[in-house]
């Protein structure tokens, strides 16, 4: 189980996650992650989120999974998000502090192994945990 202080419950989260952080994606899945410290995600929505099992100013990195029903069967999909929550939750201290993640299941998630999800976890977490390109080179200096 993923302790209450880690779970991405809120809509505007998810939203926050998939629209403003980075993206890598595998055959199984896909995985968003947002960082606290991204210039391009606004801090406002950070202050007036209320998290009572958390102590002010240590924020945890939050998790939250989407496996749709082109995943397969209720009960294939609830295997799936299983698997995903406890292999996250080992993880989430390699996460930055304040980040949010979404990870969303693939339909050749239904099939794969427990072993092949952790496999192309860690693989999409390492290429999203790699530095950030460099601020020296600003976007439009090369015209």
Same mark, same amino acid.
């Given at each position: /189980?993923?302790?209450? !202080?880690?779970? *991405?419950?809120?809509?505007? #989260?998810?939203?926050? +996650?998939?629209?403003?952080?980075?993206?890598?994606? =595998?055959?199984? %899945?896909?995985?968003? %992650?947002?960082?606290?410290? #991204?210039?391009?995600?606004?801090?406002? #929505?950070?202050?007036?989120?209320?998290?009572?099992?958390? +102590? !002010?100013?240590? @924020?945890?990195?939050?998790?939250?999974?989407?496996?749709? &029903?082109? $995943?397969?069967?209720?009960?294939?999909?609830?295997? $799936? &998000?299983?698997?995903?929550?406890? %292999? $996250?939750?080992?993880?989430?201290?390699? *996460?930055?502090?304040?980040?949010?993640? $979404?990870?969303?299941?693939? @339909? @050749?998630?239904?099939?794969?192994?427990?072993? #092949? *999800? !952790?496999?192309?976890?860690?693989?999409?977490? &390492?290429? *999203?945990? =790699? +530095? !950030?390109?460099?601020?020296?080179?600003? /976007?439009? +200096?090369?015209?």
């Amino acid at each position: /189980m993923l302790p209450s !202080e880690n779970r *991405l419950r809120r809509r505007q #989260d998810f939203a926050t +996650a998939v629209k403003r952080g980075r993206r890598a994606g =595998r055959p199984l %899945l896909v995985v968003h %992650l947002s960082r606290d410290g #991204d210039p391009r995600q606004g801090q406002a #929505d950070r202050t007036s989120d209320i998290r009572p099992h958390v +102590a !002010e100013g240590t @924020p945890s990195a939050r998790a939250g999974f989407v496996v749709s &029903k082109a $995943v397969g069967p209720a009960v294939i999909r609830n295997l $799936v &998000k299983r698997r995903l929550r406890h %292999l $996250v939750r080992d993880r989430l201290s390699r *996460l930055p502090a304040g980040s949010l993640i $979404v990870v969303r299941a693939l @339909p @050749p998630a239904a099939s794969a192994s427990y072993q #092949d *999800l !952790e496999r192309d976890l860690d693989a999409a977490l &390492k290429r *999203l945990l =790699r +530095a !950030e390109p460099t601020a020296a080179a600003p /976007m439009g +200096a090369g015209r």
